[in-house]
């Protein structure tokens, strides 16, 4: 079974740093060739579903703009031009929330449209999160910053209350995760993150777990 | 808390189908305005879970244009114009496998980006399949059905071989679901599909779960 190709990519629209679309010219194993098949080019992003040492979940309720209505939400943002994703997670659990964790865990990195692209979403699990400081978020979004009960989490997971695609990926990944003990450690996460080629996502590079 | 509002919109690229770019005057709660914030439109798709009457998972090892090498997959498509969600599900699983399901679950409808849209990814929990003809799939990929078992299933997703992100949620969602026994039915799925009002995303209506 043999990967598609990208024969060549011509840029339609520029939309400043958080959007642009190509169209590329993609061969089929079987030879078949389609024209401008559009692709989207974003940031990648982190979302990290945090517990405190006390086992409290960090989540904010907040508005975002494809969401009706507000929602419940897992600490997360884009990465900054050539940060490293567990390095961009920290980050962002520090500005949002002004906690630090002892024990990172990769949930995995996946491609956010299987046929268009539009980034990477690099999803964690940080454990034995502690507050170090005030929380210091330049989001436009306004968000209210909660602690929930394992119980709590579970319970809105199911009723829809992450409202968004990656915000629900990110819960359900980290309660399956968060049943086995420490086992995966800060370790097992930073070589998550080593170094892979470039991809075609605009040169962000996306780690598959092995 | 209160929503962003969409000012006004106007069309930068359109695409065919499957892509139309947008760019909104956005109002944020403080009276801020923002000005050609990009919006994605493509249609909503759907992901199903499934688990044969004997307990195994139906799953594609699959290409797909984002994704590098083979991943597994769970069975999805697109909607068709004005169809119903879990129409779509249960089409989709019919073409793709030839199966049937008895017991169908909502596992939520999700906007797929939070600040671009691009669509709504509505995921299922589909048991009780059994076949009751030959695929007839019209995909462009080239796919190879296999029955894991939940195990197998388990495994997988920790070691991130579902690779993309609605497959990865679809399974971590499915797999929590599916460990309670069998109390949403497909009653409860048919209720979660009923009116609600257009969205932003494009006229696609997405429930959100009680």
């Known amino acids: 079974m043999q990967p598609w190709k990208t024969r060549s990519r011509r840029t339609l629209l520029e939309c400043g740093k958080y959007l642009t679309v190509e169209a590329h010219t993609v061969e089929l194993p079987d030879g078949q060739v389609i024209d401008d098949w559009p692709w989207l080019i974003a940031p990648a992003y982190v979302n990290i ?9 960090l989540c904010f309720r907040q508005v975002k703009y494809a969401v009706e209505d507000t929602s419940l939400a897992p600490v997360g943002g884009y990465l900054e031009q050539g940060e490293d994703p567990l390095a961009a997670a920290r980050r962002e659990l520090l500005e949002e929330t002004g906690h630090e964790a002892s024990d ?5 990195s996946y491609p956010v449209d299987g046929n268009r692209g539009l980034g ?6 940080a454990r034995g999160a502690r507050r170090v400081r005030q929380p210091d978020a330049d989001d436009l979004e306004e968000q209210e910053l909660l602690v929930l009960s394992r119980a709590d989490v579970e319970k809105a997971l199911e009723e829809g209350a992450f409202k968004l695609l990656p915000w629900a990926a990110a819960v359900a990944l980290a309660l399956r995760r968060g049943e086995s003990a420490r086992a995966p450690s800060a370790h097992h996460a930073a070589e998550a993150v080593e170094d892979r080629p470039p991809s075609k996502h605009g040169g962000t590079t996306y780690p598959i777990l092995p």
């Open 49 to 57: 579903v945090a517990v405190s040492e006390n086992g409290g979940y």
């Open 104 to 108: 990172w865990v990769s949930l995995g």
């Open 120 to 125: 990477v979403a690099h999803l964690y699990l």
